[in-house]
Each structure stands twice: as C-alpha cells, then as structure tokens.
C-alpha cells in the first residue's frame, strides 16, 4: 500500500508526529505493537505512575494532615486493589482517547511489529501470522526505549522490577529497595513509601535527579527525606539477587579504594507467577513472607519483612535505546 507516511512507534513521540502529519493533509499510518496506543508515558510511564503519585498523596494527606484541619480519621487503610484499578481506568481514558484521535484525523493504525526495508519500505507482521508492506514517502521511526536491567538484578517483575512491574505491585511492601535516584525511582518509592513501605534509594553519583538543576536537587532531596525516603547518594550498588523469597543489593561507596561494602535486604513480596504483560491491568496476588539470609559484608539494612528492588533512574543512559533492534 501506498502512504506519504509510516510512522513506527505509537508512543509520544509517534502519536504524535502522525497526528501532525495527518493534519497537514498526508496520508498517515501508524504501526504499533502493543495492544494499545501510547507508549511507555501513557500505558506504563508518565500517566500511570501520575495516577498512583495521586492516590498515594491522598492515603498521606488522610493519615499525617488531615488531622491538622480537624478532620479525624479512625482506622485508614489502603486498598490497593481498586487503587490499581482507578490508574487502570485513567490509563484506559488516555488510550481510548488516542484511538479516538488516531479516527478524527483518519490516521491509520497499522497493528504489529514494524520492520524498516530498503526503499522506504515498511512491513507488518500482525499478530495473526499476516504480513502487510507499507511504501511511503517518509518513514518516522519512533521506537522508544526499554529499561536496562543490571547483569545480576534480571527484571523477573516479581521481586526485581522493572517500572512495569513496579506500577502493578499488588500489596505494599514491606522494602523497597530502588536503584537509581532519577525521576523514575523517586516517584515510585514515593508512592510506595507513602503507602506505608520503607522505601531505600541508591545512587551513585552524589546527589539525587542528576541533571537537574542544584536547587531543585536539594529541595527535592530535602522533601524526600522528610518524606521517609532512605537516599543513599554517592553508592555503588556491586552485586545482587534474589535469595529464596528475599533480595539482596550489595553497595560501596561509590568514591575511593578503601569502600566499605554493605548488604541490603529484603524479603520479597510475591507476584502470582506468569509473564508481565506491559499493559496488564490486574493486580495479582501478593504472597508476603519472612526471609532472613545470611550475607557476606557489613549488614546496613537488613529486614525480614517483606520487599522488593527495582532500578530507578530515567536518564538516556539507563533507557538504553532499543529502536534498531526493535526494528527487526
Ligand atoms: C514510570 C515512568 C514515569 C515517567 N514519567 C514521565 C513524566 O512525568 N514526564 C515525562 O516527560 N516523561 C516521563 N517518562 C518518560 C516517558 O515515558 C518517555 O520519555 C516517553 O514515553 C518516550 O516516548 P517515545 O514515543 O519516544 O517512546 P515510547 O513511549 O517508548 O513509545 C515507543 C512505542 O513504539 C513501539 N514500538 C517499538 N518498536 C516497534 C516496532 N518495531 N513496531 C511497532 N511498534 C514498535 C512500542 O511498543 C512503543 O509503544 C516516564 C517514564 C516512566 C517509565
């Protein structure tokens, strides 16, 4: 078929870029593979974790100042179920809303995985086996990118977790050990902080948000802490893995010979087994036990309680990009 424009890639930077072109009057198609429109941001990123920083920051507001306004509150809890049904229905809002988009300017979606072919030349393998070849004018790629996982910490999204996993965490947990104090690691400690884990970020360089401006830095650094989050700067996490149902993170001091390695610990809250899918809904059950194992190091934080890990840090270097490989 013939088109003045495959974009590939339907998250913010594709969706976009279609919805643009189709208004300028070109013939659109917009290949995606996922299942629905909008890429990480909208289905495993920006909105979701918006949603969850909302709910929590209720639960907080409800159990530390409602009180201040004479609003007395017995027996709060949180029910974390409906909690990730609401983020599902928003993100569900956003999704719906782009379709809705993609028909107003008759951009067509061109469902499955796109591969870039010499002459400007697109192919879809559909999920039903098909294959559909695009012949455009301009090609868009638009690919986005994936977590990086730690050669020793493998997302298995059940206790190490990858900012999928870490929006479906279906019961609190006890720790919540996040590595990297970028964006990404700050707001979902602080949800999960705010509904009650303790929450352990670990950065190696000195100061959290690198990039950021220095007084952000330190006023961001200082709510943080007053928030209850445990921030570790200037440490290097060295080692890992998953102990029975705990984690553990090896550390040291991310300047000079002479580091002191510590150990953080945690036992695991469990996801019921099973692939996660990017785009799931459904909280699953959460199976919280004891685990205390013995650790080679200085012990900084060792905790029998339940917990989990995951890496944190939204910067180009940590969401590696993937748009040739995906291509493929
Ligand atoms: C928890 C979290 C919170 C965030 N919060 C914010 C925030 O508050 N503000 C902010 O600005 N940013 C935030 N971000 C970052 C933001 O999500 C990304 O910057 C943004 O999604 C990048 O958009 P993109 O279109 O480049 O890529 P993506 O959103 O990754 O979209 C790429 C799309 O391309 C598709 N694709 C890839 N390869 C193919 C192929 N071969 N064929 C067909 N389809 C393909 C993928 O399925 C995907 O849907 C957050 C990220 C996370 C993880």
Same mark, same amino acid.
């Given at each position: +078929? ?7 890639? =339907?998250?913010?930077?594709g ?8 208004? %300028?009057?070109? $013939?659109t ?8 429109l ?7 990123g920006c ?5 969850l ?11 530390h ?9 017995a ?28 028909r ?8 499955? !995985?796109?591969?870039?072919k010499?002459?400007? *030349? ?8 098909t ?9 868009i790629i638009?690919?986005g990118s *994936? ?6 910490l ?16 279906s ?6 050990? *996040?590595i990297?104090?970028?964006v990404? =690691?700050?707001? %979902? ?10 929450v352990?970020v ?8 690198p990039? +950021? ?8 650094d !200082? ?10 700067? =200037? ?6 893995g ?8 090896t ?19 469990? #996801?019921?087994?099973?692939? +996660?899918?990017r #785009?799931?809904?459904?909280? $699953? ?22 917990g989990?890990v995951?890496p944190?840090?939204?910067s ?8 040739? $490989?995906?291509?493929?």
């Open positions: +078929m013939n088109t003045d424009v495959v974009v590939i890639g =339907g998250g913010p930077g969706y976009v870029a279609a919805i643009r072109a189709a208004q %300028l009057g070109l $013939s198609v917009c290949v995606e593979m996922d299942r629905t909008g890429g990480t941001c909208v289905n495993v909105i979701p974790s918006k949603a920083l909302d709910s929590s920051h209720h639960f907080e507001f409800m159990g100042d409602a009180k201040t306004h004479g609003i007395a509150l027996d709060l809890k949180i029910d974390v179920a409906t909690m990730l049904k609401r983020k599902d229905d928003v993100v569900g809002q956003n999704t719906k809303g782009l379709e809705f988009l993609f107003k300017n008759k951009i067509t979606w061109a469902k499955g !995985r796109g591969t870039l010499s002459g400007n *030349v697109v192919d879809v393998a559909g999920s039903d086996g294959t559909t070849s695009y012949q455009a004018k301009h090609v638009a690919t *994936v977590p990086v996982e730690l050669p020793f493998k997302f298995d999204e059940q206790r190490i977790l990858s900012n999928v996993g870490a929006l479906i965490i019961a609190v947990p006890k720790h919540l050990i *996040v990297g104090g970028g990404i =690691g700050l707001e %979902l400690g602080s949800v999960w902080r705010r509904l009650g884990a303790k352990t670990v950065e190696l360089l000195p100061a959290i948000l990039g +950021m401006d220095d007084d952000i830095v330190r006023e961001a !200082r709510v943080f802490r007053k928030q209850g989050l445990d921030i570790r700067t =200037g440490t290097k996490v060295t080692g890992g998953r102990t029975g149902d705990g984690v553990f993170v550390t040291a001091r991310a300047s000079g010979s002479t580091a002191t390695t510590c150990s953080l610990r945690s036992g695991g809250s469990r #996801r019921s087994p099973g692939s +996660m899918p #785009r799931s809904a459904s909280p $699953s059950a959460h199976a919280a036990r004891s685990s205390s194992t013995p650790s080679s190091g200085r012990t900084c934080l060792t905790s029998s309680r339940s989990t995951f944190g840090r939204c180009p270097t940590r969401l590696r990009r993937k748009a040739s $490989s995906r291509l493929k």
